[in-house]
């Protein structure tokens, strides 16, 4: 329903994320999810969001999870979504067992559960991951309170250290050039979901270009751009071309 609403991209990532995420977010914590399921959800969605043009087959799958003001698309992971939730359900319970007699029952039944089904287990697992191999023990409470933050580092950098698709950010951080300028493009989301998704997808280098098309595949093309008409398609030359169009659009 999201999805067939004529709204721009985003609006329509924000909808997502308030309308349909949320419902999934009530049962984190009283279902015990396995972490397949939980990917498969994420799989599901980004199958949907491909086939409503939303997201380019081609374009980087972490990168849809970044936050836009960070070069992203701004789109609630599930699984980031179930490990904060997880921590908080541990943390609450940590908290207020002392205070509340029902908190404290409940506590003590989670103690007795198997590591696959305990609350207070998970999120230590999840917790410990999170931090790093030389970080204390005040770190990791303070990844518990922050973990969406931290899972969101953590799907940045992974985007940053890919070979191709990770060019563009290293590129910005190489050049010093202040990300709140440069992404105010996507932080407006005023473009339909195609344009946007096929903008990042040229900044991803995962377009195939006409070049590629004729000196590789042989395909019975021209390999000129088909946007400028001067220079052979290139990958480059698409990334350049998103670089114009995202500079005279902000």
């Not at 015990?32 to 969001?49: S, V």
């Not at 940590?94 to 609350?119: G, R």
């Not at 969406?148 to 698709?165: D, T, Y």
């Not at 480059?236 to 114009?244: E, F, G, P, S």
Request: charge should be positive; proline fraction near 1%.
């Amino acid at each position: 329903m999201i999805l067939k609403c004529e709204l721009n991209t985003g609006n329509n990532i924000t909808a997502i994320g308030a309308l349909a995420v949320r419902v999934l977010r009530y049962s984190f914590g009283v279902i015990n999810w396995r972490t397949d399921e939980i990917r498969n959800i994420d799989r599901k969605i980004r199958k949907m969001l491909k086939t409503y043009k939303m997201h380019h087959p081609k374009a980087d799958t972490d990168r849809l999870y970044v936050k836009r003001e960070e070069g992203g698309r701004g789109l609630v992971q599930i699984e980031a979504a179930h490990k904060a939730e997880i921590i908080n359900f541990a943390e609450y319970l940590n908290t207020n067992y002392k205070e509340d007699q029902f908190v404290n029952i409940a506590k003590i039944h989670e103690s007795t559960q198997p590591n696959m089904n305990s609350i207070i287990k998970t999120a230590a697992k999840i917790a410990e991951e999170l931090s790093q191999p030389n970080e204390k023990s005040d770190a990791k409470q303070d990844g518990i309170q922050h973990t969406e933050g931290r899972l969101g580092e953590s799907l940045k950098e992974k985007w940053k250290n890919k070979v191709m698709h990770g060019q563009y950010i290293r590129n910005i951080d190489r050049q010093l050039i202040g990300e709140e300028d440069t992404f105010l493009w996507l932080l407006k989301g005023d473009l339909k979901a195609q344009n946007e998704s096929e903008i990042v997808a040229a900044q991803d280098r995962a377009l195939q270009t006409e070049y590629y098309a004729t000196n590789v595949l042989s395909a019975e093309t021209d390999c000129k751009c088909r946007l400028c008409q001067k220079f052979d398609e290139t990958k480059t030359t698409q990334y350049q071309h998103a670089q114009y169009w995202q500079k005279n659009s902000t």
